[in-house]
Structures are given as structure tokens and as C-alpha cells.
Nanobody, 115 residues
Framework: QVQLVESGGGLVQVGESLRLSCAAS????????MAWYRQAPGKQRQVVAS????????YYEDSVKGRFTISRDNAKNTIYLKMNSLKPANTGVYYC????????WGQGTQVTVSS
């Protein structure tokens, strides 16, 4: 059964940090470029960051470069997103999935940055 389980979200103040985690089924994770997506209120889901299967190449949306770090633990079928210096614009529901050929979405984890 395909599963994507995101966790680690919460309500924080501007400038604070969060670390998101996503545990994936091996069928989803193994050999795949994985990504974190954000869906802000009233907007479409968009890619925030991605990481190749070996973890040696990353992509970041321009607005999060230098503040967010994506990583993965292939032994645990888990990816992470460390988010520093959070801003209100980072508010949304965060999901993980494959970068290409997405599987059914998990429930996501809510991140709310309050000013």
C-alpha cells in the first residue's frame, strides 16, 4: 500500500524554524527524486524543494533558497525539510511526493507562520 505521511508542522512566529518529515512507502521512495510541495490558501500546490535519489542534487524555489534545506535518509525511506527564518509567505499545507509521477497525496502537515 502506497503511503506518504508528513509530520512536523505547527504554528510558529516569524523568524522561527521547523523541521518537517515525510515517511514514504519503499515503492514510492526507492530510486526516486522526491520533493516537498506547499499549498497555500486559495492557491495551487507548488514545488518548494526536491532532492535526487542519491541526495547529491537539490532544487529550491527561489524564495526559500538559503533558508530551507531538503535532505533524505534512504535507509528510513524518509525525507526532511528544515525551514529556517520562516515568513508568513511560507504558510500552507506541506506535502511530500515524487517529483515526477506523483502518487496519491498524503494528508500533509500544516505550517502557519504568524507575524
Amino acid at each position: 500500500q502506497v503511503q506518504l505521511v508528513e509530520s512536523g508542522g505547527g504554528l510558529v512566529q516569524v523568524g522561527e524554524s521547523l523541521r518537517l518529515s515525510c515517511a514514504a512507502s519503499r515503492s514510492v521512495f526507492s530510486g526516486s527524486t522526491m520533493a516537498w510541495y506547499r499549498q497555500a490558501p486559495g492557491k495551487q500546490r507548488q514545488v518548494v524543494a526536491s532532492i535526487t535519489s542519491g541526495g547529491n542534487s537539490n532544487y529550491y524555489e527561489d524564495s526559500v533558497k538559503g533558508r530551507f534545506t531538503i535532505s533524505r535518509d534512504n535507509a528510513k525511506n524518509t525525507i526532511y525539510l528544515k525551514m529556517n527564518s520562516l515568513k508568513p509567505a511560507n504558510t500552507g499545507v506541506y506535502y511530500c511526493n515524487r517529483f515526477i509521477g506523483t502518487y496519491p497525496w498524503g494528508q500533509g502537515t500544516q505550517v502557519t507562520v504568524s507575524s
